[in-house]
């Protein structure tokens, strides 16, 4: 059974920062594509980042602002967060692909609970 469990969100100011984490059990850590998406209230459910080895990508609304990673030995994966602003508001999904790399929620198989993160201005 595949289990993942996000944590971490919370409130910050506009400019500060978060770390999120995505603790996987069952074999979820075993799958190659590891993402992040996100879900404002009346919006879509949007890509953030992916990783796939040592491979990582961003939508260009968080490039250079997010860095996502993960620990193989603790089956744990990050999204740091830095120079926060208010539109980075919304519920944050982890996700685990057995495909490879996709920007669309479609294509991943199994998602955690969500964690709120909310920016204050």
């Known amino acids: 059974q595949v289990q993942l469990v996000e944590s971490g969100g919370g409130l910050a100011q506009a400019g500060g920062s978060l770390r999120l984490s995505c603790a996987a059990s069952?074999?979820?850590?075993?799958?190659?594509?590891m993402g992040w998406f996100r879900q404002a209230p009346g919006k879509e459910r949007e890509f953030v980042a992916a990783?796939?080895?040592?491979?990582?990508y961003y939508a260009d609304s968080v490039k250079g602002r997010f860095t996502i990673s993960r620990d193989n030995a603790k089956d744990t994966e990050y999204l740091q967060m830095n120079s926060l602003i208010p539109e980075d508001t919304a519920v944050y999904y982890c996700a685990a692909s057995q495909g490879g790399y996709s920007p669309y929620y479609e294509s991943y198989d199994y998602w955690g609970q969500g964690t709120q993160v909310t920016v204050s201005s």
């Open positions: 069952g074999r979820a850590f075993s799958l190659p594509t």
């Open positions: 990783i796939i080895s040592r491979s990582k």
